[in-house]
T-cell receptor
Framework: DQQVKQNSPSLSVQEGRISILNCDYT??????FLWYKKYPAEGPTFLIS?????DKNEDGRFTVFLNKSAKHLSLHIVPSQPGDSAVYFC???????????FGAGTTVTVRA | DAGVTQSPTHLIKTRGQHVTLRCSPI?????VSWYQQVLGQGPQFIFQ???????GRGNFPDRFSARQFPNYSSELNVNALLLGDSALYLC???????????FGSGTRLTVV
């Protein structure tokens, strides 16, 4: 039962433009959402998170938006850089359950 | 400051064999979680240990077991290996408030 879904397996964007990654979830108990970035042969690296009491969180070039009514979140990367080429995972946790439920990931390719 | 360290980095085993994967958390982190990432999918939760006690178990067969030692390091054991156990096994540690997971680089297990 996939509770976190990333429906776009890949995204190609030109350097300097905005990258928008989307994530949907089904579990209403989720109250904490995270984005991780993964390079080949490395573990996931934490990027940014958002609590369900907020609808936006910003950290440098990265902004996460949360729409609780739609059970949808998105990650905006502005401007996109070649080093941003990686797999991005959306993850969620909720209540007293500290495990993370991950989406399948979106592979971002930033073109020069 | 050392991050989460996992050993070995790569491993090849034969069907039916047993494997032990090891993880050392970040100093001061008392929680260790294990995840399995199959190619093309997001990481799937296997176990979480906190203060040497199992806090959670994912939907994995009893062939999978784990333990946490007094120094908070952890082992993941898999018995009677199947071809489908081939995956990247990730360990994550988190501080006492159980937020802020940091992942290791993983152990790539290939079952032949």
């Amino acid at each position: 039962d996939q509770q976190v879904k990333q429906n776009s397996p890949s995204l190609s964007v030109q350097e300097g433009r905005i990258s928008i990654l989307n994530c949907d979830y089904t579990n209403s108990m989720f109250d904490y959402f995270l984005w991780y970035k993964k390079y080949p042969a490395e573990g996931p690296t934490f990027l940014i998170s958002i609590s369900s009491i907020k609808d936006k969180n910003e950290d440098g070039r990265f902004t996460v938006f949360l729409n609780k009514s739609a059970k949808h979140l998105s990650l905006h990367i502005v401007p996109s850089q070649p080093g941003d080429s990686a797999v991005y995972f959306c993850a969620a946790s909720g209540g007293n359950d500290y495990k993370l439920s991950f989406g399948a990931g979106t592979t971002v390719t930033v073109r020069a | 400051d050392a991050g989460v360290t996992q050993s070995p980095t790569h491993l090849i085993k034969t069907r039916g064999q047993h494997v032990t994967l090891r993880c050392s958390p970040i100093s001061g982190h008392k929680s260790v979680s294990w995840y399995q990432q199959v190619l093309g999918q997001g990481p799937q939760f296997i176990f979480q240990y906190y203060e040497k006690e199992e806090r959670g178990r994912g939907n994995f067969p009893d062939r999978f077991s784990a333990r946490q030692f007094p120094n908070y390091s952890s082992e993941l054991n898999v018995n009677a290996l199947l071809l489908g156990d081939s995956a990247l096994y990730l360990c994550a540690s988190s501080p006492p408030d159980l937020g802020g997971y940091t992942f290791g680089s993983g152990t790539r297990l290939t079952v032949v």
